[in-house]
């Protein structure tokens, strides 16, 4: 039973070959197809709409140097976004709730942002590691925990994600659980798990979408340190 309960975490697989990438590529087929008008229904419309709201939001505490990342967080605000719904539906899979995926999207753009700060300011960057004013005996301390705090920043990007959607969907597998099995026997109090998991449903929904917008929030606060 036990055992179970983490299936939905494996990836699936068909004749032997992992499933994985196609789940990725999936919520591409939602996104419009190109075509000659700016506007051809509502659907594209919402999608345009919500797509500049993330880019306002996500480029507002930048200068103009870091409005170059704006097609690069926008589009992983909208993946991880589709990911995280899609995989609330029964009989799928979420690709977000893999360690080694969310590590893989963010290492390299931590990593990217470092490099920037070390290549523009040099110096500002490195001065991050020594806040200003302080002790001198607390001067090899503090540098060690700053430097630290900054290597773990990308691990702390991917547990968090992987973490919350994880929980979320362990706790709708096991309040669905006790309802199925206490239907039968307690009706009454499987009506209420049933209330119970609806709302918990719509908590996860929101919890996908603020999970996503978080991810890239921190790239782009972990930019701003660095232009």
């Known amino acids: 039973m036990n055992l179970s309960f983490f299936d939905q975490f494996t990836s699936p697989c068909l004749l032997g070959i992992p499933l994985i990438l196609l789940s990725m590529l999936f919520p591409a087929l939602l996104l419009p197809a190109p075509d000659n008008r700016w506007i051809t229904n509502r659907l594209s419309t919402l999608q345009l709409w919500f797509s500049h709201l993330i880019t306002k939001q996500l480029m507002t505490p930048l200068n103009k140097g870091g409005h170059k990342w704006a097609l690069i967080l926008t589009s992983l605000m909208m993946f991880l976004l589709m990911i995280n719904l899609l ?135 972990y930019l701003q340190e660095n232009i």
Request: aromatic share 4%; charged share 5%.
């Open 87 to 221: 995989g609330l539906l029964p009989y799928t899979f979420t690709p977000t709730t893999q360690l080694s995926m969310n590590m893989a999207l963010a290492f390299p753009l931590w990593l990217a942002t470092l490099l920037t700060g070390l290549r523009n300011q040099p110096s500002i960057s490195l001065g991050h590691l020594l806040p200003e004013g302080t002790p001198t005996p607390l001067i090899p301390a503090l540098i060690l925990i700053e430097t630290t705090s900054l290597l773990i920043r990308p691990l702390a990007l991917g547990v968090r994600l992987t973490a919350n959607l994880t929980a979320g969907h362990l706790l709708i597998q096991l309040i669905s659980t006790a309802t199925t099995a206490l239907l039968p026997i307690i009706p009454a109090v499987s009506i209420l798990t049933a209330s119970i998991l609806l709302l918990l449903t719509i908590l996860e929904v929101a919890v996908a979408m603020i999970q996503a917008y978080v991810f890239v929030l921190l790239l782009s606060l």
